[in-house]
């Protein structure tokens, strides 16, 4: 199956389908973009689509309602979770000003103290 995430005029993703690998010729990606974005037309969709990996193969990582398509890294990137996060321009990953404890513990981070705290279940 070829995953195909909608792009809005503000690059955000706003919709994402999917269709048969029939429907690109079985072209791998990048060429069976082209081959998608044709079909999708000729269905009746409009908009700007680009093809997304499931599997993250390409593109960085599979999209999601609400993310960015940045087309100088050609890749999708998901919302700034919090103000202080910068993006791994590698990964294209948001990730926190300090690493998070590599224990087996839950943490979530807190933005005001930029610290993880451990999350205690009971």
Known sequence: MAHFARINENNIVDEIIVINNEDCQNLDFPESESVGQEFITSIGLSGNWKQT??????????????????????????????????????????????????????????????????????
Do not use: H, M
Not at 100 to 110: A, Q
């Open 53 to 122: 990996s499931y599997n993250a193969n390409f593109r960085k990582k599979y999209s999601g309602i609400g993310d960015t398509f940045d087309e100088t890294r050609n890749a999708f990137i998901t919302p700034k979770p919090f103000t202080s996060w910068i993006l791994n321009e590698d990964t294209c990953i948001w990730e926190s000003p300090i690493e998070r404890p590599s224990d087996d513990n839950l943490y979530r981070w807190n933005e005001d103290e930029q610290s993880w705290e451990e999350v205690i279940t009971e």
